[in-house]
Antibody, heavy 120, light 111 residues
Framework: QLQLQESGPGLVRSSQTLSLSCTVS?????????WSWIRQPPGKGLDWIGY???????YHNPSLKGRVTLSVDTSKNQFSLTLNAVTAADTAVYYC?????????????WGPGTLVTVSS | SVLTQPPSVSGAPGQRVTISCAGG?????????VHWYQQIPNTAPKLLIY???NRPSGVPDRFSASKSGTSASLAITGLQPEDEADYYC????????????FGGGTKLTVL
């Protein structure tokens, strides 16, 4: 059974860099899926951040204006998110998820999420 | 949000409710599939419907969905207390608004 688990600091200082990892178990990141990051500000809806394929091919939400870097480590079966120059607006629960492709592209498995708070 | 959902809907146990998801010509109207998620408070979203009207294994057949033109809808029949949650639609948008897009979410209250 596929499981994903986010890890990383829960508190980041404003203007610094947010770094999170997602460990995948029950499937290989080398599989034919994109590995994704989605966030949810407190009390608000879901925002797609981006996703990456095991080859390193990545796509991200243009609204993040180049602050995002995605990477994948096939040896650890992990993928990671780096978000630069964070502000309070980046405070959110961050989810990693698998983007599955069949009858469209959707997120079929999610991690439990991790709350990241940006402090001033 | 590029996809518009009503902020809230409600219904009594046993009733039928629907949640709409209105898009445009660059997403739902461009024939991109619509998917639906259920989010119980303080938990991760769960895939409820994929490919417009397909239920993953384990999702009760009380949940169904449809798509027409530039919009989609989720229907829940035989409403149960455990259905109280937030529901999100998701699709793809071919403009610079972002590849994957979510609706703003709808809070379902079971009265």
């Amino acid at each position: 059974q596929l499981q994903l688990q986010e890890s990383g600091p829960g508190l980041v200082r404003s203007s610094q860099t947010l770094s999170l990892s997602c460990t995948v178990s029950g499937a290989s990141v080398r599989g034919d899926s994109y590995w994704s990051w989605i966030r949810q500000p407190p009390g608000k809806g879901l925002d797609w951040i981006g996703y990456i394929y095991h080859t390193g091919s990545a796509y991200h939400n243009p609204s993040l204006k180049g602050r995002v870097t995605l990477s994948v480590d096939t040896s650890k079966n992990q993928f990671s998110l780096t978000l630069n120059a964070v502000t309070a607006a980046d405070t959110a629960v961050y989810y990693c998820a698998r983007r599955y492709s069949s009858n469209g592209n959707y997120f079929d498995s999610w991690g439990p999420g991790t709350l990241v708070t940006v402090s001033s | 949000s590029v996809l518009t959902q009503p902020p809230s809907v409600s219904g009594a146990p046993g009733q039928r409710v629907t949640i709409s998801c209105a898009g445009g010509s660059s997403n739902i109207g461009a024939d991109y599939d619509v998917h639906w998620y259920q989010q119980i408070p303080n938990t991760a979203p769960k895939l409820l419907i994929y490919g417009n009207n397909n239920r993953p294994s384990g999702v009760p057949d009380r949940f169904s969905a449809s798509k027409s033109g530039t919009s989609a809808s989720l229907a829940i029949t035989g409403l149960q207390p455990e259905d109280e949650a937030d529901y999100y639609c998701q699709s793809y948008d071919k403009t610079l608004s972002g590849d994957e897009i979510f609706g703003g979410g709808t809070k379902l209250t079971v009265l």
